[in-house]
Nanobody, 119 residues
Framework: QVHLVESGGGLVQSGGSLRLSCAAS????????MGWYRQAPGKQRELAAI???????NYQDSVKGRFTISMDNAKKTVTLQMNSLQPEDTAVYLC?????????????WGQGTQVTVSP
């Protein structure tokens, strides 16, 4: 069994900060990338930020300059530092991990954690 355990969600005032963390437990193949998706009510799930095992990152345009993603390969943990939060960032944030080998890849998802930003 592989589990992604998330923490750090909550309620914050506009302009505030939160830090989301996600740790992978159980047997998992080599991690290719980890990241955070988010889904707001009535909207499609979108990629907020992602990082691969080499440290390369990619961000949703709307969060660039405000969010920072990092990963500890040894601990299989990903962290999303969210600064200057705005009400538009309100969503359920879901941790994502992609592991695999030359023969196969497997995607894993966390249960999601609520982030609410008040005006």
């Amino acid at each position: 069994q592989v589990h992604l355990v998330e923490s750090g969600g909550g309620l914050v005032q506009s302009g505030g900060s939160l830090r989301l963390s996600c740790a992978a437990s159980g047997t998992i193949s080599s991690i290719k990338s980890m990241g955070w998706y988010r889904q707001a009510p009535g909207k499609q799930r979108e990629l907020a930020a992602i990082i691969n095992s080499a440290g390369s990152t990619n961000y949703q345009d709307s969060v660039k300059g405000r969010f920072t993603i990092s990963m500890d390969n040894a601990k299989k943990t990903v962290t999303l530092q969210m600064n200057s939060l705005q009400p538009e960032d309100t969503a359920v944030y879901l941790c994502y991990a992609l592991g695999g080998s030359s023969a196969w890849v497997t995607a894993y998802w966390g249960q999601g954690t609520q982030v609410t930003v008040s005006p």
